[in-house]
């Protein structure tokens, strides 16, 4: 399909400008049709916070390459940003972005649970809460978020 080649081919020509920079991809996002269309790239520091200049050189870096490539063939808004602090964790890119970060989980039978995201795999989290590990099954959670605030 045409949205999974443009997200394959931005994440391929991001790989080499933000490991030049030390930054690392959270996530890639493509909504939308024709000239509507969105392209969102999430980006962080490898052991930091990204700067403002530091998205505004891979915007800058990212939309020449783009339009060299021909990737998108119309009009379309290209957005470079940092996760935020409240951004909902929904894939594994950004699961292994968070690793090692302060998560809050919420279940689907509505309880919360916060720790420090050790790992995951397809069905479980780990998380340390306060020395005590505890695996959780990713099957009944709702959504895990940062709790970096």
């Known amino acids: 399909m045409e949205k999974e080649r443009i997200l394959k ?43 403002l200049k530091e998205c505004e050189d891979v915007s800058g870096l990212l939309s020449l390459e783009l339009d060299a490539r021909d990737t998108i ?3 379309y808004v290209l957005e470079v940003s940092s996760p935020g602090l409240d951004r909902v964790l ?8 968070a690793t090692g970060k302060k ?5 689907l039978d509505g309880r919360e649970e916060r720790g420090i995201l050790e790992g995951f795999d ?28």
């Open 90 to 97: 929904k894939k594994d890119r950004e699961l292994r972005w």
């Open 73 to 75: 063939d119309h009009s």
């Open 122 to 149: 397809e069905s479980t989290l780990l998380i340390d809460r306060d020395g005590n590990k505890k695996k959780l099954d990713r099957e009944k959670i709702r959504k895990i978020k940062l709790d970096e605030v």
């Open 9 to 51: 081919e931005v994440e391929e020509i991001l790989e080499p400008i933000l490991k030049a920079k030390g930054l690392v991809l959270v996530d890639i996002e493509y909504k939308g049709l024709g000239s509507r269309s969105i392209l969102s790239v999430y980006i962080d520091g490898e052991d930091r916070p990204v700067t």
């Open 103 to 107: 998560v809050k989980i919420f279940f």
